[in-house]
């Protein structure tokens, strides 16, 4: 026997509608937990949270009990995955074998996707970086992303950890971008096969004389080195499943918009009432004032007024 | 500025990739490096830039909104593409029948009570309340109540509706198109013969019976091999039990006894402690002394004390009294 049960309130209602599979996906939302960190490990992920603030979550308890690698040490990183709703994980560790560990994974359907595994190196935080404060982004503007170096074409690892750092940073996908909003750029270098250098700039855009504005980049921070360490990619069955998109866009419904039966259009316009009696005037001159105008025409009928006389109620 | 076809522009996620870029010495100066990073950073996002800014554009109070390409880098999808709805069984009927929809009116002409009245919910057209006569049929069986049957009749097509929503709801469940509200709960099926279904065990209950289940050994559960993630049983010792409060007879008075024999054993070991003798006489000297004083002071003070009380008390009544009098009626004095 079954039993439909349906939420109680709106609210939960439309959250699950959130939740919900789409035709068409806007972006991923990230998980940031860590297991044993180290002081390091706790700045960049900190940082890496900032730096998602509009569309991460961050669960700063000791989750020892997660091994993305290992066979039933993922059980509790999908359970997880499911009650955020998070697509993207980072998971952040520390042990004498790998010091300051990221585990940064992707799920599909709440299973894991893929995952790879990097060291953090050289770690500057944002601090520790001085520039004109104007310039910094402003926080859930869409980044820049630029990848630089061979290795990432030619190298399986690097090539593995590009795709993942795009999907990771590349923030929600837009159909119309404001021009103004522009403000922030990621450079990833592949510095030799297994390592890339990752930065957070500041973009100045700066007059040219021509339409395109002349770009100059500003170091922000965070930025650090990340050494590929362990990787394991998507089965084929799963890639397959998850890479599927759609033709057709959803469609969106046209309220009052009807056709008659030669193609053509017709719409129906609704008019709210027009309440003519409580509009405000612009300007209230003088001339149009109630007392005035009742005391001129006193003064004009019999003897001038004497005292002005307020006829509020 | 001058290789521009080298670089991989992709502008729907505002990515740029250089390919060919190599750097050739793998262990300069890390200043150097990242110099070297942010010029050739430069570079590729000036390379994002001639294309984005060249897109044609709308002015807005912001700022100018261009229109992004959709994405060319292929990403992974997070969930599985929604899957199209199965038609549900009057969907079918209807469509082997050639049955259409039409668009019904919100409100129809209730007879009944001549207005306007919904179709369907509260308040509705023919609603079972604004009935107050049902005419007799020949076909009407003696000694029924017509009321009852059409208020039975109506909770049987509810009912009928409800099941068949659920049947096409599974039917849903199992094309993987539920509506993401509906959630179908599995409820325990009930025991053939048995007219409520069984209720579920909590955790807590189930784990009670384990651990009765373990200890329930010669041993008392000590040599017992552990499965894995078996925990020891919450419930060790006995429950503690409780007697009645309430009096009665049988159990009802064995509350009574045990706190008798409490607090007589309480009161036969500490006897000698019960009387001070020190503090008592200490008390009695304390409120003789109280005594005298009182006695004392009252020789001076009644006098003095009762004259000025007296007076006002006598100038009170007297204007209270004419104001009694003087009201007319009692509804009167009310009223004020």
């Known amino acids: 026997m079954d039993k439909i049960k349906t939420p109680k309130t709106g609210r939960a209602r439309r959250e699950l509608q959130k939740r919900s599979p789409k035709l068409v996906e806007t972006g991923k939302k990230t998980l940031i937990l860590q297991g044993k960190t180290s002081g390091l490990l706790n700045n960049v992920l900190t940082e890496l949270f900032h730096l998602k603030r509009e569309s991460a979550i961050r669960y700063t308890r000791k989750n020892e009990n997660i091994r993305p690698f290992e066979a039933g040490g993922e059980t509790s990183l999908e359970f997880f995955s499911k009650k955020t709703d998070c697509s993207i994980f980072v998971y952040g560790s520390t042990s004498k074998k790998r010091p300051d560990n990221l585990v940064i994974g992707r799920t599909f359907d709440y299973q894991i996707y893929d995952l790879i595994e990097v060291g953090v190196e050289n770690f500057k935080c944002a601090d520790s970086f001085a520039y004109d404060k104007k310039l910094a982004p402003q926080a859930g503007t869409k980044p820049f992303i630029v990848f630089i170096g061979e290795g990432f074409k030619s190298e399986d690892q690097l090539k593995h950890l590009k795709e993942v750092l795009l999907d990771m940073l590349r923030g929600e996908v837009v159909e119309n971008l404001n021009l103004a909003g522009l403000g922030r750029v990621y450079v990833c270098t592949a510095i030799s096969s297994n390592r890339v250098f990752l930065t957070h700039c500041a973009i100045r855009l700066k007059k040219s004389g021509i339409i395109v504005p002349r770009t100059e980049l500003i170091e922000i921070g965070p930025s650090m080195d990340l050494v590929v360490r362990r990787y394991r990619l998507p089965n084929d069955s799963l890639r397959k499943e998850a890479m599927k998109t759609s033709k057709d866009k959803p469609k969106k419904k046209i309220k009052n918009v009807t056709e008659d039966a030669v193609g053509g259009k017709i719409g129906n316009i609704y008019i709210p009432d027009q309440k003519i009696g409580e509009m405000a005037l612009p300007n209230k001159a003088k001339g149009l004032k109630r007392e005035r105008r009742e005391a001129k025409m006193k003064s004009s009928n019999n003897e001038p007024a004497t005292k002005k006389h307020k006829e509020d109620s | ?336």
């Open chain 2, 1 to 336: 500025m001058d290789t521009h076809n080298d670089y991989e522009v992709d502008l729907g996620n505002l990515v740029a990739f250089d390919p060919f870029h190599h750097f050739p010495s793998a262990n300069s100066a890390r200043e150097e490096l990242v110099s070297e990073c942010i010029r050739k950073g430069t570079e590729l996002v000036q390379e994002i830039a001639n294309s984005l800014f060249n897109l044609p554009s709308t002015e807005d109070v912001d700022g100018p909104i261009v229109k992004l390409p959709p994405p060319s880098t292929k990403l992974p999808r997070e969930k599985p593409l929604p899957k199209p709805k199965p038609p549900t069984k009057w969907e079918l009927f209807a469509k082997a029948k050639g049955i259409q929809k039409r668009k019904k009116d919100k409100v129809v002409w209730d007879e009944q009570t001549e207005s306007w009245k919904r179709r369907y919910g509260y308040d509705r057209v023919n609603d079972d309340n604004d009935v107050p006569i049902i005419e007799a049929k020949m076909t009407d069986e003696p000694g029924e109540d017509p009321f009852a049957k059409r208020r039975s009749e109506k909770k049987k097509k509810v009912e009928k509706q409800e099941k068949s929503r659920l049947q096409n709801l599974k039917n849903a469940a199992k094309a993987g198109a539920l509506p993401s509200h509906v959630h179908l709960a599995a409820t325990a099926l009930p025991i053939t013969g048995t007219q409520a279904a069984s209720k579920k065990l909590t955790k807590d209950e189930l784990g009670n019976v384990a651990g009765l289940a373990a200890t329930a050994t010669a041993s008392g559960g000590k040599f017992d091999k552990k499965l894995a993630g078996e925990k020891p049983a919450k419930h060790e010792g006995k429950f503690r039990k409780f007697l009645p409060v309430v009096e009665g007879s049988g159990i009802g008075s064995q509350e009574r006894e045990q706190t008798d024999r409490v607090l007589s054993k309480l009161i036969s070991a500490n006897s000698h402690d019960i009387l001070n003798v020190d503090k008592a006489v200490n008390m009695y000297n304390v409120k003789k002394e109280k005594k005298r004083r009182y006695q004392q002071g009252k020789a001076f003070v009644p006098s003095n004390k009762l004259k000025p009380n007296s007076k006002p008390m006598k100038a009170n009544r007297k204007p209270i009294k004419k104001s009694v009098k003087g009201g007319s009626s009692s509804k009167k004095g009310k009223g004020r």
